[in-house]
């Protein structure tokens, strides 16, 4: 239980075009989702924070306009990089938590991270 | 706020030996404590945890965890370790006040287990 899928694995774009990334939880309703960035060797670096049916918190130093955040149901969480440049390339991992059981609300369960790449 | 500290980047061991991997943590309120381990290219996967009872946790692949309240530590442990354990591990922290989203991870240590 708590599994948390995350798609595209792996996305290759051209600078200025837009890319979507879909974070869900499998088996269980995510009240609230997580959407952060790790670079190579580093720990992970939260962007935002988003609840079901709520704008997202956004992070300081995270352009809203740009990684725009999307948590339209219980087991769904979009994350957009709008005009993607080449320094935007990095590893994206959604995290999501939610009600239910102590297992559930407790806990962030990550999802396996989406690999995007700006040419 | 919290913090997390991982002092150590990297943590070689033999296999068969025990492992620890040291984590220690700085909370205003009362915390709950998280180990996740990252496999390459892949999410963090949740190990254990520590809300509440027992300050020895059991968790997921034989690893376990000790929470030392006067030590502020939450050190990862396991008695014998395998090649297949060699990952990233990372340590982390939250506020246990109600509604508190903001969980805050330590650097992270790779650990390497040498056949």
């Known amino acids: 239980g708590a599994v948390v899928s995350q798609h595209p694995s792996r996305v290759i774009c051209k600078s200025g075009t837009s890319v979507k990334i879909e974070c869900r939880s499998l088996?269980?309703?995510?009240?609230?989702m997580f959407w952060y960035r790790q670079f190579p060797k580093k720990s992970l670096m939260l962007m935002a924070t988003?609840?079901?049916?709520?704008?997202?918190?956004?992070e300081q130093g995270v352009e809203k306009d740009k990684f725009l955040i999307n948590h339209a149901s219980l087991t769904l969480s979009t994350l957009t990089v709008t005009s993607a440049h080449p320094e935007d390339s990095s590893f994206y991992i959604c995290?999501?938590?939610?009600?239910?059981?102590?297992?559930?609300?407790?806990?962030?369960?990550f999802g396996p991270g989406t690999r995007l790449t700006v040419l | 706020a919290q913090s997390v500290a991982q002092p150590e980047d990297q943590v070689n061991v033999a296999e068969g030996n025990p492992l620890t991997v040291k984590c220690t943590y700085s909370?205003?309120?009362?915390?709950?404590l998280f180990w996740y381990v990252q496999y390459p290219n892949r999410g963090l996967q949740f190990l254990l945890k520590?809300?509440?009872?027992?300050?020895l946790v059991k968790g997921s692949y034989g690893f376990e965890a000790e929470f030392n309240k006067s030590q502020t530590s939450f050190h990862l442990k396991k008695p014998s370790a395998l090649v297949s354990d060699s990952a990233l591990y990372f340590c982390?922290?939250?506020?246990?006040?109600?509604?508190?989203?903001?969980?805050?991870f330590g650097a992270g240590t790779r650990l390497t287990v040498k056949p």
């Open positions: 088996d269980f309703q995510a009240t609230t």
């Open positions: 995290s999501a938590r939610g009600g239910g059981t102590m297992k559930t609300t407790d806990t962030q369960y």
């Open positions: 982390a922290v939250r506020d246990r006040r109600r509604n508190n989203n903001d969980m805050r």
């Open positions: 988003s609840n079901e049916g709520s704008k997202a918190t956004y």
């Open positions: 520590y809300i509440t009872g027992d300050n």
């Open positions: 909370v205003s309120g009362n915390p709950y």
